[in-house]
Structure formats: C-alpha cells, structure tokens
C-alpha cells in the first residue's frame, strides 16, 4: 500500500487538491471554483466532499498520511486563514478545526501559499540538501517563505515571512494590504503593469504598448515585447528588478541564505528579471554578503508547483 499525502492550495478563484507520494509524483488531482459565498462552512463542506471524491477517484492502493494546506494569510500555529483580501471568507477561517471533522489523520496542517511552496522547493526542488534559503513568488502578488536552519521561520504568531509587503516608499503606489508603497505593488504582475503605465507618460521611445489598453495590457506581453527589444518594456524590467534586488539584499542581511528562487508568472522572464535583480542585489549587498547568494529559478513544475508545496508540509510534521 502507497503512503500519500494530500496537498490542497486554496486560491483566490480556484482550488486545486492532488494526492502525492513520498517521491513528489501526483496520482490524482481535483480542482474546484473557490467559494464565492462569505460563509466558509459552505465552502468547507464542499472541500470535504472533494478530497473524499479524490480519494475514491484513486485506483492505487493508498494510505493517506495527512493533509497539508496552503492558503493566503494561512496561520500554521492556528490553522485558520486570517483575513485574506483576495478570498471572499470575512475574518477568520478555522480550515484545520473543521477538516479534522471529518478526516482522522493524524497530521492535518496550514500555512500560506509561499511558505509552502518554500517546502515544496526543499524537498522536491532545487532547494534540495540547503538549510538556508528564501522562496519569492511574483504573480498577483509577491509572497515569501523564509527557510532557516531547515525550518520554516513562522515568528511568534504565524505570519512571519511578508516580504512582499516591506515598504519600497511610504509614499508610493497604493496597496491592496491598505498601505502605500509596498513590494509587491512594484514587482508582481500587476506592478509592472504600473510601471509600464508610467514609463510610458515620461518616456518618448515608440513602442507598442502605447497602443494598449491598461486594461488589456499584461505582463506576457511586456514580456514578448521586451524580448523584441522594445525600449519601455525593457526599462520596465529594469525597474522591476532594481526594486526587488533592493529588497532582497535586506533579506539577505536577516538571514544569510544560501540561495533565494524566484517562483511565478513575473520569474518565467527569465533573464529579463534575474539578469537586473542579480545585478542590484549584488550593488546593495552589505560587502561580507557579495558574491555568495545565489539567485536561482524554482524547479518545481509550474502547473504542480502548489500541490506539491502543500503536500510537502505532511511529511515535514512526521519529521518533527
């Protein structure tokens, strides 16, 4: 009989669950739309449902270890999603209390979407054998989940690791979190949305996303366009990965990693992103930090990179 774990990732508009074995293969997987009710027991009620229907789905023999959950704002100590603003739940979600109604695993455990996909990367990525390193996701947003020793760092109430929300300029772009100028408003998908906005009211260089929408507009084609070698977009890029290796280099100050892996959308630019954060790190790094962090894409496949993550937190409990 194989011995699995269940790896959930809750999004803002799906929810995607797999079962997955102990070497990181996904033998069954199930999505569903993300409630759009406010009242989570709905949507509870139908994720318990899923994972049974996942289960029965199965045609190997399975034991299922436990149930490892990612989600925004997810609370490891709590086991709750806590005020998420890109989930329609209002306040408190208690996902573990309500899972262990009905399933008797003996590890059912949460966290939010970045921490666990900084797991998925050390047990099923490139972070393999490193004990110290920091995952970034640039997509909607910007998460982070900072490894330390091996472990996960939580902070003393769950929500440590919010990178994404460190403040680049108190004055700056508006942020979903209801501040101004955090990280994420400048490097996720949407943030270099904004700066290509802007660039193109303060630069004359023709290009062709002058004539798109904002509406229209989309990282994959600043990208394209970028790679054609469209001044704007380039530019834009450039900012982008100024701004972030600024950041970074913070980070690196806390917790001497090894390495840091960029994961999501806005990292699948490859040189266009790491070639100008690489750069700006390396400028801004304190001199004993210079030259020995690398920065390096995630190995996790994009379309299971969440399942994975999420399925990795089960294993990780039965290592404590």
Not at 94 to 99: A, I, K, R, Y
Request: hydrophobic share 40%.
């Amino acid at each position: 009989m194989k011995k699995v774990s269940i790896g959930i990732d809750i999004g803002g508009t799906n929810t995607i669950l797999g079962i997955v074995d102990g070497k990181g293969e996904i033998i069954a997987r199930y999505n569903m739309a993300s409630e759009t009710d406010t009242d989570y027991s709905i949507y509870m009620d139908k994720l318990g449902d899923a994972i049974e229907a996942m289960i029965k789905s199965c045609s190997d023999e399975i034991q299922v270890a436990g149930i490892g959950v990612g989600a925004p704002n997810g609370n490891y100590y709590n086991g709750t999603i806590e005020f998420a603003p890109n989930l329609n739940f209002e306040g408190v979600v208690p996902v573990v209390d309500h899972l262990k109604t009905r399933f008797d695993y003996k590890v059912i455990v949460l966290t939010n979407d970045a921490n666990a996909a900084a797991m998925g990367e050390m047990m099923y990525g490139g972070a393999k054998g490193m004990n110290d390193f920091i995952m970034i996701t640039l997509g909607t947003g910007v998460g982070s989940g900072i490894v330390a020793n091996g472990e996960l760092i939580y902070g003393h109430d769950g929500f440590a690791g919010e990178i994404g929300h460190t403040i680049v300029d108190p004055g700056g772009r508006e942020c979903g979190c209801g501040r101004r100028g955090c990280l994420e408003t400048y490097t996720s998908a949407p943030g270099i949305k904004r700066t290509v906005a802007e660039l193109l009211s303060t630069m004359n260089d023709p290009s062709k996303l002058r004539d798109v929408s904002y509406n229209e507009l989309s990282a994959k084609m600043i990208d394209a366009e970028a790679r054609k070698g469209d001044m704007i977009a380039l530019e834009a890029f450039d900012y982008t990965g100024e701004t972030l290796g600024l950041k970074l280099s913070d980070a690196v100050a806390y917790t001497s990693p090894e390495a840091i892996f960029l994961f999501g959308g806005l990292a699948q630019a490859g040189e266009l992103i790491f070639g100008p954060t690489k750069k700006y790190m390396e400028q801004y790094l304190l001199a004993i930090y210079k030259g020995k962090v690398k920065l390096l894409p995630s190995e996790l496949p994009p379309g299971e990179a969440a399942i994975l993550g999420a399925s990795a937190l089960v294993w990780k409990e039965f290592e404590k």
